[in-house]
C-alpha cells in the first residue's frame, strides 16, 4: 500500500498479458490433475502445456500468536474452490520459519505444508509468499525480532500503519540494515539469513506440483529514501498547481499537513484525477525508486534466487516490483539471470495494482484513468521483461458494501485483459459481502 495516495483500490483496465486475448487461453479442465506450471514468454502453461490463468484469492493469518496458520481449514478451500477459483496467494512469515537465527520452526513449515496439501485435494494451486508489512513484527509482521536492527530510532505515531515507512525512523532504519545486509547478532548477515529461510521453503516443495511458485518479498521498499520519495512528489504537484495558476497551490509542506486530514486527502485525490497531473506526479518520484530498485532490490533478488535454485529449479519465481509500483511509478525491474549470465527460465512479474482511494472513505473519487494508467505501464513491464504477468493484489475493499460496484468494474476488466490475478483478502464474512459475486468464476472459466 502507498502512503501519497494512502490507498488502494485497483482496477484492471487493459490486459495483463501484453498479447493476451480471452479467447487465446484456455482453462485447466477441473477433470486434470494438478501439475507442475511452467513459463513461456508471457504465458503460464498448464501440465499439458496449454495456456492457464489464475483467478484466486489471498490467505493471510498475519497473528503470531496464532501460529500463522491456525482458523484456515480444508473447508476454507473448499469453500474457494466452489467460486469457481482455481489458486490462492498463501502468507508465510520469516518470523515463523526462522525464530531464532539459523533456528528452523519445522513444527511450522509442517503447518504450511498441510495447507498446500488442503488447498491441492480441492484442486487449488498456492502460490507461497513471503510476506511483510512495515518490515518486522516489531511494527508489522514479517521479520523477526532478532533481525530488526533499528538503532534505538523513534517510531511515530500515525494515523494510518503504512504512514510509518515514511515517518518512522525506527522502520527505516530496520529496513536499511536489511538492504544493506548488515550482520544479525550471530554475525551473518540478515539477507543471508533471508535466503537461508527461501532454501527451506524450497526444500520441502521442490517436489510438490500444488506449489504455483515462489513469492520473493511482499511489497519491498527503502529505508531513509522513502522520505524522499514522497517529498519528491509533493514538491512535483505544489510546482505543477503553481505553474497552472491554481488557487491555492499549496507548498509542499502544507501538501503534507492536508494529507493528514480527511478533506485535505479528498482535494489532493481530486486533483490527481487530472491524467496529466496524476503522470506528472508519479515520474517525479521514479529516478528514486528506480535507483532502489537497481542497487538493492535486484540483488536481493539474486540472492535469493541463487539459493533456492540450489534445491529447487522447477519453480516460478515470482518478483514482486517496490511498492511504489502499486501506485504506478515505473519499475526498474529486471528479469534474474545465473552465475553466467543465462536467463531464468521459470519466473514472472507480479505487481500488485491499488489506485489511489481505496482504504479510505473516498470510493466514489475512483478514476477509470488513472487505473489504466497503472496497469498499462505494469503490461509494458511484463512485454519487455518476458515474464507473464499475475496481480499478485488487488481489492482491499474490506467488506465495504459500497465497493460491489468497483469489485464488479475490476473483474470485468481482469477477464477482457486475461489476466492471472489474487484478490485480497479471504476474510470472515466475505460470504455475505455483496461485492463477492463478482469474483466468482460460476460459468466454469479460470
Known sequence: MFRFSLLILLSLLAGCSPMASASSHQPLSAKNSI?????????????????????????????????????????????IRSWGMNAVRLCIFWDGLEPRPGHFNTAYLNRIADLVNKAKQQGLYVLLDM?????????????PLWATLDDGRPHANVRDWNDAYYVS???QAALDHFWNDSPAPDGVGLQEHYAEAWRL???????????????????????????GLEQAMLTRLSKVLRGLAHKPHPSPEELI????????????ISWLSSLSIFRTVLDAGAPIMQAFDR???????????????????RHI????PDMSTNLGIRTAITSLVDEDGKRDPQQAYSPHVYDIVVDTTMLDLINKDRI????????????????PMLVGEWGAFYLNPAAAGATKYIAHLFDRAACSEMFWAYRSGITRWSGLNALKRNDGRY
Not at 131 to 143: C, M, N, P
Not at 257 to 268: A, F, K, V, W
Not at 317 to 320: A, C, P, V, W
Not at 372 to 387: E, G, H, K, P
Request: proline share 5%; net charge neutral.
Open 257 to 268: 499537513g492536508m494529507e493528514g486530514t480527511p478533506q485535505g486527502r479528498r482535494q489532493i
Open 169 to 171: 525512523e525506527d522502520v
Open 372 to 387: 489504466s494508467l497503472i496497469v498499462n505501464r505494469d503490461r509494458q513491464v511484463s512485454a519487455q521483461t518476458q515474464m
Open 35 to 79: 501439475g507442475f506450471i511452467t513459463v513461456s514468454g508471457t504465458t503460464f502453461l498448464d501440465p499439458y502445456n496449454h495456456p492457464i490463468i489464475f483467478h484466486g484469492i489471498n490467505i493471510c493469518n498475519k497473528s503470531q500468536r496464532q501460529g500463522y496458520t491456525d482458523n484456515i481449514s480444508s473447508g476454507d478451500f473448499a469453500l
Open 317 to 320: 519465481l515470482f518478483l514482486e
Open 295 to 313: 542497487a538493492q532490490l535486484m540483488p536481493m533478488y539474486s540472492r535469493v534466487r541463487r539459493v533456492i535454485r540450489q534445491v529447487d529449479r
Open 201 to 227: 521453503v524450497a526444500t520441502r516443495f521442490r517436489n510438490e506440483p500444488a506449489v504455483l511458485g515462489y513469492d520473493l518479498m511482499n511489497e519491498p521498499f527503502p529505508g531513509r529514501d522513502a522520505g
Open 131 to 143: 510476506h511483510q508489512d512495515l518490515y518486522s513484527i516489531k511494527f508489522g509482521d514479517g521479520a
